[in-house]
């Protein structure tokens, strides 16, 4: 079973670790009043100063785990139960720096009981499984409505006046993921160990991730009209409405409404600028 691919994309990693941020400082201003056992709290008063140090490790224990999470994927794959120990891993370094913190500093003579140990998994699975759950479900959903999409454009694809322009497109396992044609697409961006394909579908601008590397696709897409132009992006040159100058930097304005600026680095500059002049040509 795989891990929704958008849990393991970079901005989901760190978006995670805010939403986490923010709910657990609303959770705990709602839970303490109607707690009798827990100590965290944000009143001025002796809990406040051990409240904020407990809140920055936690804090600090997520950033290293995703920021871990992040390398590790880059070479190996995440598949669900990995994901689902690392995610526990967690909660137990979590909930083991509220024991100590528990023991040592707020009742250094409480005995270490069962019951102390539920209190502490109750509160510290209920400040992390609620933004895992959400956050889920938000990728889930993501990558199935991406799938769909992409399942339509395959079928498109397959239709025999354009199966000559066709492109496809084989993850970091050599699988078939999405097949579409050149005139589709308008960039590609990558992202660490994944690229993001946008596509055009109906009118709209739709994206499809996929875990692959930049500089595979680079040479796949040799002799078409997808052509690097920045450390993370291809951009589909056809698609070109502007070659636009913002002070020292360059963009390529696509001709879709919805499609951003694309970066133009140095280093592609010239390259870009002899594939634009042959098509203006």
């Not at 959903?141 to 992409?150: F, L, Q, V």
């Amino acid at each position: 079973m795989n891990t929704p691919k958008y849990l393991l994309q970079k901005n989901f990693l760190w978006g995670s670790v805010a939403f986490v941020a923010v709910f657990s400082l609303l959770f705990l201003l709602i839970y303490h009043p109607f707690s009798e056992t827990a100590w965290l709290g944000f009143k001025p008063d002796e809990t406040l100063a051990p409240t904020l140090f407990f809140y920055l490790v936690s804090i600090a224990i997520l950033l290293i785990s995703r920021a871990l999470m992040q390398l590790y994927q880059i070479r190996r794959t995440l598949h669900a139960g990995r994901y689902l120990l690392w995610i526990f891993g967690e909660f137990v370094l979590i909930a083991a720096a509220y024991l100590l913190f528990t023991t040592l500093y707020i009742e250094p003579d409480i005995p270490l009981t069962a019951g102390l140990l539920l209190r502490t998994s109750f509160c510290v699975a209920m400040i992390l499984a609620i933004p895992y759950a959400i956050f889920t479900l938000i990728a889930s959903n993501r990558s199935k409505s991406e799938e769909i999409n992409a399942l339509k454009l395959n079928q498109e694809s397959e239709k025999p006046a354009s199966v000559a322009n066709v492109i496809p497109f084989y993850d970091y396992n050599g699988i078939l993921r999405l097949s579409v044609s050149a005139d589709n697409i308008f960039y590609i961006a990558s992202q660490d160990n994944y690229v993001e394909i946008r596509y055009e579908l109906g009118g709209k601008l739709l994206n499809y991730l996929m875990r692959c590397r930049t500089t595979r696709l680079e040479k796949q897409l040799e002799g078409t009209s997808l052509v690097r132009c920045h450390r993370s992006y291809i951009v589909n040159v056809e698609k070109v409405t502007l070659f636009k100058r913002e002070g020292a930097r360059v963009f390529l304005v696509l001709s879709h409404p919805d499609a951003k600026k694309i970066p133009v680095s140095k280093s592609y500059y010239k390259t870009i600028a002899e594939h634009l002049g042959r098509i203006a040509s």
